[in-house]
């Protein structure tokens, strides 16, 4: 049975779904009750960050050799995923692949809003601010920065956010199984990158293992 938070969660995010003129997925649909969720540490959370940012600059042309350089100064091997470690293996890679590692970006833009980082958080139907993330990411880019600590956002709001990116994805895959094509492909993969990156913040699944159902 949903909790009294869930439910009003649900009813909050479907008002902002109705009010933006997306469909509405009117069976139970919840993500973790407050006191069930668990939120990553900020320090994890800004390295997970950083490791999104870093392999997004190398699928869009900065030279394997400097990213593989960076990674190793700031302690961050160890913690890429199989795939990510595969794609740091060699600097040789086919243009589907470095598409979607540049779409990692996106996620790490979510990551660094839960850090406070951001101001703000656009609506998904536009890209994050590279320029942004690189001036906030650079400054941290060492292994002293790595061992930086930002407050985060609070559970709830991170929950928040959750609800209604796991609503705003069934929406496009709704759209996408009706065959009606009336969201923006740009819309979907940025909400699937938001998901993927919360869904990771707010569990213990290692990156490479987490499923966006909805």
């Known amino acids: 049975m949903a909790t009294a938070a869930q439910l009003a969660r649900q009813k909050a995010s479907n008002r902002k779904m109705r009010s933006q003129g997306y469909r509405i997925f009117e069976q139970p649909l919840y993500v973790s009750d407050d006191a069930e969720a668990v939120i990553r540490s900020p320090h994890e959370t800004l390295r997970r960050a950083m490791i999104l940012w870093q392999l997004g600059c190398c699928a869009d042309g900065t030279p394997h050799s400097e990213i593989r350089e960076s990674m190793e100064r700031c302690g961050l091997m160890p913690d890429l995923s199989p795939a990510e470690a595969e794609y740091m293996a060699t600097p040789f890679h086919d243009e589907q692949t470095d598409t979607d590692m540049k779409w990692n970006l996106e996620s790490s833009w979510v ?16 890209l994050c601010g590279c320029g942004r993330m690189a001036g906030i990411l650079r400054r941290l880019e060492s292994a002293e920065g790595m061992q930086r600590t930002f407050a985060m956002h609070s559970k ?3 929950l928040d956010l959750l609800d209604l990116t796991l609503r705003q994805h069934w929406a496009v895959r709704d759209d996408y199984l ?18 993927h990156a919360l869904l990771w913040l707010t569990s213990t699944t290692p990156w490479g293992e987490v499923e966006t159902d909805t």
């Open 178 to 195: 009706r065959g009606v094509h009336g969201i923006a492909p740009l819309f979907g993969r940025v909400v699937e990158r938001r998901h």
């Open 111 to 126: 990551l660094l809003w839960s850090l406070k980082r951001l101001w703000w958080l656009n609506s998904p139907d536009t």
């Open 156 to 158: 709830a709001r991170i």
